[in-house]
């Protein structure tokens, strides 16, 4: 297995020991990082698995691959975690005992500017986590209409002036091209009070990720897939950052569902697969948060199949 040392400063797993001891590791068990990233979450797994062990990591981006550990219980599947089934299915992995998400965007892409996840650097308005597939985010700020702009900063940036920043994406576009960073930032900017200014621009950005990459849809996708694809008694552990994941997977975790729809047996009793493990969420603490200042927003949820 490689040294950690040795591998390139990718991101910071956030509540790595709380996540990776919430999914109960057993020897000889198998188990899923559906994020895998830097591969930091995975590592700590592996350190925790025997020879006959399993451990499938999930990442659509190509970058991730190169922080591969070298450990022959595990098996990378470049793959939108959205496929979980298809691919557990493929690789005959049968049921799992645990599922692992974290689902926060890694430090990774926010510091690398060709992909333009981040408003601190010029470059390309792209922000696809997939490289070789899809809408950018200049493709939708330039072809979207004012209506569906006006939605997405609302629903995935909560920003209050929502249809004003799509009004004025829709007059400027009309008069040149929005490709990059820059180019974006020119005209938005100005609708944000400087004392607010990083907050609300963080917000336009996360709702155009959100967006490109269709988080929610694939998070929805899964969530189903994750309760099929684990045994009874299996966990489901899942590191949320902002509050339209973690509504989801809350809901799923309570309910069964991502809506929240309570379905009840004859004696009152609710009808889900999952049970949460407790009501309460894990959250980092201030050591944590002042070493990795973006786990600031994270919450730990852990639930067990029934």
Do not use: C, W
Not at 115 to 134: P, T, V, W, Y
């Amino acid at each position: 297995m490689r040294v950690e040392q040795e591998q390139p400063v990718y991101h910071i797993p956030v509540l790595l020991k709380e996540s990776v001891d919430a999914m109960d590791i057993q020897p000889d068990g198998t188990y899923v990082d559906v994020t895998f990233g830097g591969g930091g979450h995975s590592r700590e797994i592996i350190s925790r698995l025997g020879a006959n062990g399993r451990l499938f990591g999930f990442d659509q981006d190509e970058d991730a691959e190169r922080n591969i550990p070298d450990a022959p219980q595990f098996t990378f599947v470049r793959s939108n975690f959205r496929y979980l089934q298809n691919f557990l299915r493929y690789y005959e992995a049968g049921e799992v005992d645990s599922i692992l998400g974290d689902l926060g965007v890694s430090s990774h892409h926010f510091d690398d500017s060709e992909r333009g996840f981040s408003f601190r650097f010029s470059g390309a308005l792209d922000m696809r986590m997939n490289k070789r597939a899809g809408l950018t985010a200049a493709d939708i700020v330039n072809t979207f209409s004012e209506e569906k702009l006006a939605d997405i900063f609302y629903l995935y940036g909560e920003l209050k002036n929502s249809r004003k920043i799509a009004a004025t994406l829709v007059k400027k576009r009309a008069e040149k091209s929005i490709n990059t960073i820059d180019e974006f930032l020119e005209i938005i900017k100005p609708l944000f009070g400087r004392e607010r200014e990083k907050k609300e621009l963080a917000k336009v950005f996360q709702a155009l990720r959100i967006e490109v990459n269709q988080e929610m849809e694939a998070l929805k996708e899964m969530l189903y897939s994750a309760i099929e694809a684990l045994k009874p008694g299996g966990r489901l552990v899942i590191i949320t950052y902002h509050s339209l994941e973690d509504r989801m997977v809350k809901n799923i975790m309570k309910t069964g569902n991502v809506e929240g729809k309570m379905e009840q047996d004859f004696f009152g009793n609710v009808k889900s697969p999952l049970r949460p493990l407790s009501n309460k969420v894990i959250v980092p603490n201030d050591e944590e948060i002042e070493r990795n200042p973006r786990s600031r927003s994270a919450k730990l949820r852990i639930a067990i199949k029934q």
